[in-house]
């Protein structure tokens, strides 16, 4: 009795000290990936499906191997029942190439899963989330993302994901990050609670969270399917995924009770035709900045006159002295 009580004191501890989830949460195993894989993919009954070229080791499930033209992905197969959530991803991109290298992959929570398609090997006009970990700039304009780079995309469906543009003009919200070639273990954080998305990295091997962005007003509905995607092209990296570990967060009582099967995928600022995060040019100057300038040399100004009226008076009374 006393030794059960100390054990599952331990592993809420563990869980709350490991994860800082605060009460209420858990991990779902059905939707988590952990070594050793075998439990994991060799029964009839597994929660995931791997697609394409998707290769298993012992210590890694290779989306895409350093080989051209591949493609591959590892999808769930249980729905996402609950509203609110977390999924951690420990990932590894690298590859030989030192300048030339592509194009990343895909973190997935869509409507339609297992679709091979043009979007790092997943459908076109998909319905849902995407978390794209882009290491290649296709558009080489002066637009001024540097590469690697972690943008959020929410589709309703209807919407092209143009690959040349990196999706520019879905793009909801972005950072740069830098998780390509890393000697330590590279990790992301995806939160979704009360429709706000944010996502965090842990690349530079200090096991803490890195905020990349959060963002409010991200409708997603339940029910849709985790998955995990990428494709080479002409460029190449392999493109691994360690483990996974989804929690399911504490929702509130309203968000619990409520039918959200049939909510489209919506976000504030997606498809508006811009980037919100994209560092800008400076546009213009702003009536404040003018202002400022204006009374810093009108300042400077009077400030002079006063020093050489100051030096003037100096001189006059200096000649009187002597
Ligand atoms: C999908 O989103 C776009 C852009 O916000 C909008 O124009 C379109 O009507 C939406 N489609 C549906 C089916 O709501
Ligand atoms: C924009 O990117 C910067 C760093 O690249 C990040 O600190 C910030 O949170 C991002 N903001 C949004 C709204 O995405
Ligand atoms: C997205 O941007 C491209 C140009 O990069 C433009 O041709 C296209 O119409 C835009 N799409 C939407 C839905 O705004």
Same mark, same amino acid.
């Given at each position: 009795m006393y030794s059960i009580a100390l054990i599952s004191f331990c592993f809420i501890f563990l869980i709350n000290y490991t994860? =800082? =989830?605060? =009460?209420?949460s858990f991990e779902v195993r059905e939707h988590s990936v952990t070594r050793p894989y075998a439990s994991v993919? #060799?029964?009839?009954? #597994?929660n995931w499906d791997l697609t394409g070229n998707t290769i298993v080791t012992d210590k890694f499930i290779r989306? !895409? +191997? /350093?080989?051209?033209s591949k493609a591959g992905g590892l999808w769930n197969r249980? +729905?996402?029942?609950?509203p609110d959530w977390e999924m951690h991803v420990q990932f590894k991109v690298f590859g030989e190439a030192k300048t030339l290298f592509g194009d990343g992959f895909v973190i997935w929570y869509v409507r339609d899963p297992k679709i091979a398609g043009p979007v790092y090997g997943s459908k076109d006009f998909f319905q849902g989330l995407a978390i794209v970990m882009d290491t290649? &700039?296709?558009?080489?304009? /002066?637009?001024?993302r540097t590469f690697p780079y972690i943008s959020a995309i929410v589709n309703?469906? #209807?919407?092209?994901?143009?690959h040349d543009d990196d999706g520019f003009n879905l793009t909801v919200a972005s950072c740069e990050s830098?998780?390509?070639?890393?000697?330590t273990d590279t990790l992301v954080a995806i939160r979704y609670q009360d429709n706000r998305l944010t996502v965090s990295t842990d690349?530079?091997? =200090?096991?803490k969270w890195t905020e990349c962005f959060s963002i409010a007003d991200i409708n997603l509905p339940t029910h849709y399917y985790f998955g995990f995607s990428a494709a080479t092209g002409e460029l190449s990296d392999n493109h691994d995924i360690i483990s996974v570990h989804t929690y399911q967060l504490e929702s509130s009582e309203e968000r619990r009770k409520?039918?959200? !099967?049939g909510i489209l995928p919506s976000a504030p600022? &997606?498809?508006?035709?811009?980037?919100?995060?994209? !560092?800008?040019? +400076?546009?213009?100057? #702003?009536v404040l900045k003018i202002f400022a300038i204006v009374a810093l040399l009108i300042i400077t100004i009077l400030v002079g006159v006063g020093i050489l009226f100051y030096m003037k008076q100096r001189r006059y009374h200096s000649s009187r002295l002597y």
């Open positions: 994860f =800082q =989830q605060g =009460q209420g993919f #060799s029964t009839s009954n #597994s989306l !895409t +191997p /350093d080989v051209q249980i +729905p996402v029942y609950y290649y &700039a296709n558009r080489n304009d /002066d637009y001024s309703n469906g #209807s919407l092209h994901y143009n830098h998780f390509r070639g890393r000697d690349t530079e091997g =200090q096991n409520e039918d959200r !099967t600022t &997606a498809n508006m035709g811009s980037d919100n995060n994209i !560092t800008s040019k +400076p546009k213009g100057w #702003s």
